[in-house]
T-cell receptor, first 112, second 115 residues
Framework: DTGVSQNPRHKITKRGQNVTFRCDPISEHNRLYWYRQTLGQGPEFLTYFQNEAQLEKSRLLSDRFSAERPKGSFSTLEIQRTEQGDSAMYLC??????????FGSGTRLTVV | AQTVTQSQPEMSVQEAETVTLSCTYDTSENNYYLFWYKQPPSRQMILVIRQEAYKQQNATENRFSVNFQKAAKSFSLKISDSQLGDTAMYFCATAHTGTASKLTFGTGTRLQVTL
C-alpha cells in the first residue's frame, strides 16, 4: 500500500491554458474524492466517484472543470481555460467505506 | 447541508502542555462521523481522530482525545503533552454515513507548539 499519489506536485500555468492533474488512489478503494483548498481555508468538495461512476459534483465544479475515472482506477481532473481564481491546492482522497479516507499530498496550481 | 465552524484561527501552546481546539458543527443527518485532521507544512492531510456520532463514548488516540457533545453539536480536540511535531493546521470535519459521504471541513486552527 503506497498511499494516494498525486501528480504533479506543483503546476504553474499561464491564464487561459488547460491543465490536467492525476490521482492514483489506494488500489482497493472504490471511492475517490477531489477537493480544492485555497490559502487559509479548509478543503472544499468538488466531486466524487464510486468506481468509474461520477456520482456527485459540487456547484464549485464549473463547466471548465471535468473529472474522469476510467476503469475505476486512477482519476484525472482537467481545468480548461484556467483563470487566476483557479489557483489552489487540489487534493484527492480515496476510501473503501464511509468514514475512512486517505488523502494524497495534493497538487498546487498557480495560474499566472 | 452540513457546516463546520472553528472559531480559533490560531493557537499557541508550550511543549508538554495541554491545549484544546474548538469545533462546532451543524448537520441534518442522524448518522454521521466527526473527524480531526492535521495538515503539516508538508500539506498531506493526516487523520488524528474519528468519532462516530452514535457512540456516546469520547474517542481517544494516545495523546489526542475529543469532547463530543452531541446535543450542543460540539466536538473539541484535546492534545495532551504537546510536542513540537504537533505544530500544524488542524481541521475539524464531518461526513454522513451514506454512500457519497463527502467531508465538510472547517476553516482550520493553526497550532504552534513552542519550547
Amino acid at each position: 500500500d503506497t498511499g494516494v499519489s498525486q501528480n504533479p506536485r506543483h503546476k504553474i500555468t499561464k491564464r487561459g491554458q488547460n491543465v490536467t492533474f492525476r490521482c492514483d488512489p489506494i488500489s482497493e478503494h472504490n471511492r475517490l474524492y477531489w477537493y480544492r483548498q485555497t490559502l487559509g481555508q479548509g478543503p472544499e468538495f468538488l466531486t466524487y466517484f464510486q468506481n468509474e461512476a461520477q456520482l456527485e459534483k459540487s456547484r464549485l465544479l464549473s463547466d471548465r472543470f471535468s473529472a474522469e475515472r476510467p476503469k475505476g482506477s486512477f482519476s484525472t481532473l482537467e481545468i480548461q481555460r484556467t483563470e487566476q481564481g483557479d489557483s489552489a491546492m487540489y487534493l484527492c482522497a480515496s476510501s473503501s467505506r464511509a468514514g475512512g479516507y486517505t488523502f494524497g499530498s495534493g497538487t498546487r496550481l498557480t495560474v499566472v | 447541508a452540513q457546516t463546520v465552524t472553528q472559531s480559533q484561527p490560531e493557537m499557541s501552546v508550550q511543549e508538554a502542555e495541554t491545549v484544546t481546539l474548538s469545533c462546532t458543527y451543524d448537520t441534518s443527518e442522524n448518522n454521521y462521523y466527526l473527524f480531526w485532521y492535521k495538515q503539516p507544512p508538508s500539506r498531506q492531510m493526516i487523520l488524528v481522530i474519528r468519532q462516530e456520532a452514535y457512540k456516546q463514548q469520547n474517542a481517544t488516540e494516545n495523546r489526542f482525545s475529543v469532547n463530543f457533545q452531541k446535543a450542543a453539536k460540539s466536538f473539541s480536540l484535546k492534545i495532551s503533552d504537546s510536542q513540537l511535531g504537533d505544530t500544524a493546521m488542524y481541521f475539524c470535519a464531518t461526513a454522513h454515513t451514506g454512500t457519497a459521504s463527502k467531508l465538510t471541513f472547517g476553516t482550520g486552527t493553526r497550532l504552534q507548539v513552542t519550547l
